[in-house]
């Protein structure tokens, strides 16, 4: 691969495949809705990183999937499986690979916020001239995105971190603070359960994530009746429970 800018992002992304993706956002609204958006997250990104001036390397699990990959979001794309036992090892890989191949600058992103605003990435590809790291969190305990200058990577910040969990931003924090000067970009959130697939409909200060909202919309009497009926389920059981 020839760099064209000395700029990158990083896109992690699962092949959409039902059941493995969205899980928790599933148990509310079934397997074919959750997959459909995490489809259309995907695609909203795309349109989105399409804005940035910097190159885009698509990194994917599992390995073997890279046709799949093109069907969905094109072929225009380099494609990496991704490496490593655990999601600290396969973040580093990743930074050292894109490093290697000669950008100087690099922020990682997932495919669970689609309406993501322009704006914070923007922000966290400039401040990288300045700061050694850029860093995003989310309102859950994690961080949308992180970045680091090639000069300044350091992938300390992704070991020992007990991924998942509303853990993961303060612990990364404490492995970087001690040896770099961090910019901490403003929050945002991940669509990840109902609440924030409600949140993401009310949402105004967001990209447009047409494709998302389109789908929602086509859709949105579907989606919602079932979980209305997993609200009411929800509340049985909690009142079972207490009773």
Known sequence: MIVQDSVCVLLFVKVPQPGRVKTR???AIGIDHATQLYQ?????????????PADLLI???PVGAEARLQAWLGRE???YAQVGEDLGARLTAAFSHAFALGYQRAIVLGSDSPDLPLAYLQEALQVLEKYQVAIG????????????????FLPQAFSGIAWSTETVFDRTLEKLKPHTAIHRLPPWYDVDTLADLERFEQET???AAVQTRQYLSQYRQEIFSQTSGYASLQATETSTATA
Do not use: H, K, V
């Open 25 to 27: 956002l599933a148990e």
């Open 40 to 52: 259309m997250f995907g695609l909203d990104l795309l349109d989105l990183l399409g804005q940035l």
């Open 59 to 61: 990194y994917y699990t």
């Open 77 to 79: 794309w380099p494609y």
């Open 137 to 152: 969190p989310t309102r859950d305990g994690g961080y949308y995105t992180i970045g680091f200058s090639a000069t300044n």
């Open 205 to 207: 200060g967001g990209s």
